[in-house]
């Protein structure tokens, strides 16, 4: 409908939870290339699963940007966030996703309970790969006619209410005044 009636061509899938498993890529990829689509996506992604064929696939149907849900570089700490990431594993489905030339985005969130030192420099690690991975990819595609703008961000932990950590910052003073 809203190719054919607006003439849309690109598409921002802002739903993390489309994807959940390479079984709904495929439904998603066999489905675009039966009815000829043409158009761009943008998607997000849960860095818990990935291929470089899955990856491949993506980019020969449409998508252009994957964005992830980075967290953070510490099992330590995505464990405390409730996160089913794989610390070791995540930096690997970013290289593939970059080795299959999409263009990826994530945050990085610090200042959770919990956060030391250590974990930053885990976090910094990560980083580290990231900028190495985005470097090496715009090397690659640099005499291309893409403009690839791979990168992420971080932000610091603002509990707000009604949250978990909100209860947890006020039960433990780190915040001292509601208003």
């Known amino acids: 409908l809203l190719i054919d009636k607006y003439g849309v061509q690109g598409i921002y899938s802002y739903d993390t939870n489309m994807f959940l498993q390479e079984k709904e890529i495929n439904e998603f990829c066999d489905v675009y290339a039966s009815r000829g689509h043409t158009f761009k996506s943008a998607i997000e992604l849960r860095p818990t699963f990935g291929s470089p064929e899955m990856f491949s696939k993506l980019r020969a149907h449409g998508v252009e940007v994957t964005l992830f849900g980075i967290e953070h570089g510490s099992q ?22 970059l080795d ?11 200042g959770t309970p919990g956060e030391t030192p250590k974990t930053v420099r885990e976090s910094r690690s ?12 715009g090397k690659r595609l640099k005499d291309s006619e893409r403009i690839i703008t791979s990168g992420y961000g971080w932000s610091i932990l603002i509990p707000g209410p009604p949250s978990e950590l909100y209860e947890t910052a006020m039960e433990e003073g780190y915040i001292t005044n509601e208003d």
């Open 126 to 137: 990560l980083m580290m790969s990231l900028e190495k991975g985005i470097a090496d990819q």
């Open 76 to 97: 330590e700490m995505l464990d405390r966030m409730k996160k089913v990431y794989d610390a070791k594993f995540t930096p690997k489905v970013y290289q593939m996703a």
């Open 100 to 110: 299959a030339d999409l263009t990826i985005h994530g945050n990085l969130l610090f």
